[in-house]
């Protein structure tokens, strides 16, 4: 069985979360979470290339009526962005009170956003087991 591994984000506009899945794309497990500066995208392009990543799964920021959030914009722009840099295809996945719930599981510490971001990519990953 080939490995397929994938790599969650949880944008935020000072901090980025990162997650990544294990090789059988079963377990999202918090990996770091980065400075959102101008050296963002050379950081997540080096964890793909580090973490073998073959797809990216970034959160979908909505609101309670299901409109976009103001960090949408900057989302959809960061996705630009990497889609400009890297061939990976990248896949929304809605993020819901994600924070929220990675406070509630552990509290808050420097690894919260990372934690989100594995919850968000936990998400994607049953949800596609589900589809199988």
Same mark, same amino acid.
């Given at each position: 069985? %080939?490995?397929?591994?994938?790599?969650? $984000? +949880?944008?935020?506009? %000072?901090? @980025?979360? @990162?997650?990544? =899945? *294990?090789?059988?794309?079963?377990?999202?497990?918090?990996? @770091? @979470?980065?400075k959102n500066s101008k050296n963002l995208l050379s950081e997540?392009?080096?964890? $793909? !290339?580090?973490? %073998?990543?073959?797809?990216?799964?970034?959160?979908e920021s909505k609101d309670f009526k299901g409109k976009d959030?103001? $960090?949408?914009?900057?989302? /959809? +722009?960061?996705? #630009?962005?990497?889609? $400009?840099? =890297? #061939?990976?295809?990248?896949?929304?996945?809605?993020?819901? &009170?994600? =924070?929220?719930?990675?406070?509630? &599981?552990?509290? !808050? /510490? *420097?690894?919260? +956003?990372?934690?989100?971001?594995?919850?968000? &990519?936990?998400?994607?990953? /049953?949800?596609? %087991?589900q589809n199988k």
């Open positions: 069985m %080939k490995a397929t591994r994938f790599l969650g $984000i +949880d944008f935020g506009s %000072k901090r @980025v979360g @990162v997650a990544v =899945s *294990d090789d059988s794309a079963t377990i999202a497990q918090p990996l @770091v @979470v980065l997540i392009e080096a964890i $793909i !290339k580090e973490q %073998k990543v073959e797809t990216i799964v970034i959160g959030n103001a $960090i949408m914009e900057q989302i /959809n +722009d960061f996705v #630009a962005q990497m889609s $400009i840099v =890297s #061939a990976i295809p990248i896949h929304f996945e809605p993020e819901f &009170l994600s =924070s929220h719930q990675a406070q509630q &599981l552990q509290g !808050k /510490n *420097d690894m919260l +956003d990372a934690s989100s971001a594995a919850i968000i &990519l936990q998400s994607y990953l /049953n949800r596609g %087991k």
